[in-house]
């Protein structure tokens, strides 16, 4: 299946990506260029970059508008490792309205950056496990902004979407004991001194 994405062409740029290289398309995900063909929509003749997506689904995408639809290169290891440091984190503020919450989130993976859409990922992820489920939409939108985070870090990492998706469990995992699940307080009045020398109220010890 192949997707056309038309908007006006500006004339006379030049291509900025080559066949075989990795990119990102906002909201859909990465994927690889797999040739770059001219041709005719709306009677009219266009240079397109030819996406193969995740789900083995193909997207058309006007070379001289590539950057206007948001089309970025793939980011590489360290960045992956950064994307990985926004999973670990505490969850970011969130609108308690729904629409409003709802509209914030859609706007991040829209921008189409990657540590964005982790903030969604993780932000969501809490919620979910701290509500026992989320609403509809909000469920979709998770499974998304999961699918679109896991497309990217599989070609940075050079690994399997099964792989990917257990790394980016175990961190928000991780990251939702630290930060949201009770921890037992240490009594200082208790410590490890206290447990082998018996002391007076003076302070003084019966030793």
Request: proline share 2%; aromatic share 6%; with cysteine.
């Amino acid at each position: 299946m192949i997707e056309i994405c038309q908007i006006n062409l500006l004339r006379g740029e030049k291509d900025m990506y080559n066949v075989g290289d990795e990119v990102v398309y906002p909201m859909h995900g990465a994927g690889r260029i797999v040739a770059i063909e001219e041709r005719e929509v709306m009677e009219e003749k266009q240079s397109y970059y030819i996406l193969e997506m995740p789900g083995e689904v193909k997207v058309m995408i006007p070379t001289a508008t590539a950057e206007e639809h948001g089309i970025r290169s793939v980011i590489n290891k360290e960045e992956a490792q950064k994307v990985m440091s926004v999973l670990e984190q505490d969850e970011t503020e969130m609108e308690k309205n729904w629409n409003k919450r709802y509209r914030d989130n859609m706007d991040k993976m829209k921008s189409g950056d990657v540590y964005e859409v982790a903030d969604v990922v993780r932000n969501l992820a809490f919620k979910q496990k701290e509500k026992g489920s989320l609403s509809t939409g909000e469920k979709k939108m998770f499974s998304n902004a999961k699918q679109i985070l896991i497309s990217e870090l599989v070609l940075a990492e050079h690994a399997s979407a099964e792989e990917v998706e257990q790394l980016i469990d175990n961190k928000i995992n991780v990251s939702f004991d630290e930060y949201k699940l009770p921890h037992e307080e240490t009594n200082l009045n208790n410590n490890v001194v206290n447990k082998f020398i018996p002391f007076n109220n003076d302070g003084t010890t019966n030793v």
